[in-house]
């Protein structure tokens, strides 16, 4: 079976510190691969997706960038933290014919 | 873009009631889901729903693709019920578009 893998949980960073959360699929191949962000007591914004290695599409501009380096591995990352980047991420993946989309256990960041 | 909108945005009840949440949306969609997000955050899928009826114990889900609505039921609330039940769609780019949610209080 399929399962997601994210981490870390909780995280706390300072303004000005790179920032690298990952997320990793297991029993899929070349499935689309999305992170979120959640805003306290809000619903979930896009922020990246990928249909495969190397192909990333940014829904926002933003701080952040992300990265697909391997099928099953996608990265998120920022050079220079801002305190505006707090809140909690959620990586995601479905298949690529647009079925159920399952979710990583999220990562709260917190900027100080 | 598809809009997703859920009622009601807010919901508080005793253990032991039966409750409605609604999820219109704006356009054809390729599917459906909800989800229950628990107070630790994790996303809980509850159902793909597309279309037609599904039921997993207390809860219950009818999507009418054609009316462009769901419905999550939920019967006999348990205090675990209790957190944000969101939907989402995913539009001709397999993007979820996502409702504002759900949140679900139940009071012992």
């Known amino acids: 079976s399929q399962t997601i893998h994210q981490w870390p949980a909780t995280l706390v960073q300072p303004v000005g510190s790179p920032l690298s959360l990952e997320c990793t699929v297991e029993g899929t191949s070349n499935p689309n691969l999305y992170w979120y962000r959640q805003a306290a007591g809000r619903g979930l914004q896009l922020l990246f997706y990928?249909?495969?290695?190397?192909?990333i599409s940014s829904e926002v501009p933003q701080n952040l960038s992300a990265s697909r380096p391997q099928d099953r591995q996608f990265i998120l990352s920022s050079k220079k933290l801002l305190l505006s980047d707090s809140g909690f991420y959620l990586c995601?993946?479905?298949?690529?014919?647009?079925?159920?989309?399952?979710f990583g256990q999220g990562t709260r960041l917190t900027v100080v | 873009g598809i809009q997703v909108e859920q009622s009601p945005p807010d919901l508080i009840l005793q253990e032991g009631a039966n409750s409605t949440l609604r999820c219109n949306f704006s356009?054809?969609?390729?599917?459906l889901q909800w989800f229950h997000q628990n107070p630790w955050g994790q996303l809980i899928n509850l159902f793909y729903i597309p279309s037609g009826t599904k039921q997993n114990g207390r809860l219950s889900a009818t999507t009418v693709a054609t009316e462009r609505y769901s419905l999550l039921y939920i019967s006999s609330s348990q205090t675990t019920d209790s957190g944000v039940y969101f939907c989402a769609v995913m539009d001709s780019n397999y993007q979820l578009i996502w409702g504002a949610g759900t949140k679900l209080i139940i009071k012992p």
């Open positions: 995601a993946w479905s298949t690529t014919l647009g079925t159920e989309a399952f």
């Open positions: 356009d054809s969609v390729n599917n």
């Open positions: 990928s249909v495969g290695i190397g192909q």
